[in-house]
C-alpha cells in the first residue's frame, strides 16, 4: 500500500494530498529511509514524520484497504513522540 494511502486511511493525516505533499517535500521516511508518496508500506514497517518542530514514530501492525473510524487506530503503535525545539522549556 502507498503510504499517503496509509496515512490517509489510519487517520495519522486527515488528508492524502497533506500526506503527498509531505512524502515528496522528504519529511517522511520508512524504515529510516526517506521516501516518496508512492513508497510501499507493509506490515512490520517504521515511519517517521517530520511535521513542523514534531518528529512521530510509528510502527506498522496491519494493512487494510478500508477502515472504520474506530478501528483506525489499530493500524499501528505509537513507538515515540518528540519536538526538535521544545518552546514551553524556552521560557
Same mark, same amino acid.
Given at each position: ?21 509531505? =512524502?515528496?517535500? /522528504? ?8 521516501? @516518496? %508518496?508512492? =513508497?510501499?508500506? /507493509? #506490515? ?7 511535521? /513542523?518542530?514534531?518528529? #512521530?514514530?510509528? @510502527?506498522?501492525? @496491519?494493512?487494510?484497504?478500508?477502515? @472504520?473510524?474506530? $478501528? =483506525? =487506530?489499530?493500524?499501528?503503535? &505509537? &513507538? ?7 518552546? $514551553?522549556?524556552? %521560557?
Amino acid at each position: 500500500m502507498r503510504i499517503d494511502k496509509f496515512l490517509k486511511l489510519s487517520r495519522i493525516i486527515k488528508r492524502r494530498t497533506v500526506a503527498k505533499e509531505l =512524502a515528496d517535500q /522528504g519529511r517522511i521516511s520508512i524504515n529510516d529511509k526517506v521516501v @516518496k %508518496s508512492s =513508497a510501499n508500506v /507493509g #506490515s512490520n514497517d517504521q515511519v517517521e514524520i517530520r511535521f /513542523g518542530n514534531k518528529v #512521530s514514530t510509528f @510502527k506498522v501492525l @496491519k494493512l487494510q484497504d478500508i477502515v @472504520k473510524k474506530d $478501528e =483506525a =487506530a489499530d493500524l499501528y503503535e &505509537v &513507538v515515540s513522540e518528540t519536538y526538535e525545539n521544545d518552546r $514551553e522549556q524556552e %521560557s
